[in-house]
């Protein structure tokens, strides 16, 4: 039986590729996107990688409490049981917690946060009961070192390091694994204003890299948490 996963923030950056990773391992992808032309161009696109799978794509702000709970159900409905999530979306706001907007911390709560939080309790207690699963949720260096730039960046970071640990704890006497990927500096959408060299960066494709390997390991095998940064060091 194929086996299915749901990935958030799927069209971009580091989404894409690890949607693309786990279509090329024959898994059935559920992919969200705000972005209806950009969104079923890639499930085109992931067919084309794999005409063997099936590809669930719905339009859907996932920073939306009731849109995402709804894609995770269609997800499940069309699918069936959703082996892997991969809490992808984020975005980064360079600025000071003083120089915030009024809104900036329930803003990225809503989407840094909130998100892995409900697709946990969502998908939960049923990979509880099949006692199978697995969770990634891609947090950032920024959880283990703040940075003063971007300060409420910083606290949710750290805010969905303490989450992914905690669901670490509850989940590992049922046979579901939860793994914390914390990325540095990666070419993303976050620095394409940036001149930057690609080849002083992490890539997407080795954040996918690094997650499909960490779940073809042993069913007696979990990474707690995976940090990959530059080989230069942070930019």
Not at 29 to 47: G, M, P, T
Not at 111 to 124: A, D, I, K, Q, V
């Amino acid at each position: 039986m194929m086996k299915n996963a749901l990935i958030t923030g799927s069209t971009k950056g580091m989404g894409r590729a690890i949607s693309i990773s786990f279509a090329n391992e024959g898994l059935n992808v559920a992919i969200c996107s705000r972005n209806e032309q950009e969104l079923l161009k890639f499930k085109d696109e992931l067919h084309i990688i794999n005409p063997n799978i099936k590809v669930f794509a719905q339009v859907a702000d996932g920073s939306n409490k009731l849109q995402l709970l709804k894609f995770a159900a269609d997800a499940q409905q069309e699918l069936g049981f959703i082996d892997v999530v991969v809490n992808n979306l984020g975005m980064f706001s360079p600025s000071s917690i003083l120089d915030d907007a009024d809104d900036a911390l329930q803003h990225q709560i809503n989407t840094n946060l909130m998100p892995t939080y409900e697709l946990y309790r969502y998908f939960g207690k049923t990979m509880i009961a099949a006692r199978k699963g697995y969770f990634f949720n891609i947090c950032s260096v920024a959880a283990l070192n703040p940075i003063p730039q971007a300060g409420t960046y910083s606290v949710t970071k750290y805010a969905l390091l303490g989450l992914t640990k905690v669901m670490r704890l509850e989940m590992q006497d049922h046979g579901v694994k939860v793994t914390a990927i914390i990325p540095g500096s990666t070419l993303t959408d976050s620095w394409k204003d940036a001149v930057v060299d690609k080849d002083t960066m992490v890539l997407p494709e080795d954040i996918a890299s690094a997650i499909i390997n960490v779940y073809k390991m042993s069913a007696g095998a979990n990474v707690d948490e995976m940090i990959i940064k530059p080989a230069p060091g942070q930019l």
